[in-house]
């Protein structure tokens, strides 16, 4: 996960400008060590928020 620009590609699908702000995902999943899909999502940073909520409670019940 990081904070990136698009590529000119993606901004022309998504429009927007090249240098607008994006949360990029990128992700690989493997099948006995061979790669299955190769994934790379990409948030437009002014049409999209990341949020999280963490507890102290949640994490002590899970031993941790």
């Known amino acids: ?3 990136s620009h698009p590529t000119r590609a993606e901004a022309r699908w ?10 990029v ?3 690989r999943t ?3 060590g061979a790669p299955v899909t190769s994934v790379r ?5 002014s049409r999209h928020a990341l ?3 963490f507890s102290a409670d949640a994490s002590e ?3 941790r």
């Open 1 to 3: 996960i990081e904070a």
């Open 14 to 23: 998504l429009g927007i400008p090249a240098d607008a702000p994006c949360l």
């Open 25 to 27: 995902i990128q992700r």
């Open 30 to 32: 493997e099948s006995k």
């Open 41 to 45: 999502m990409v948030y437009p940073g």
């Open 51 to 53: 949020e999280g909520a």
């Open 61 to 63: 019940r899970r031993g």
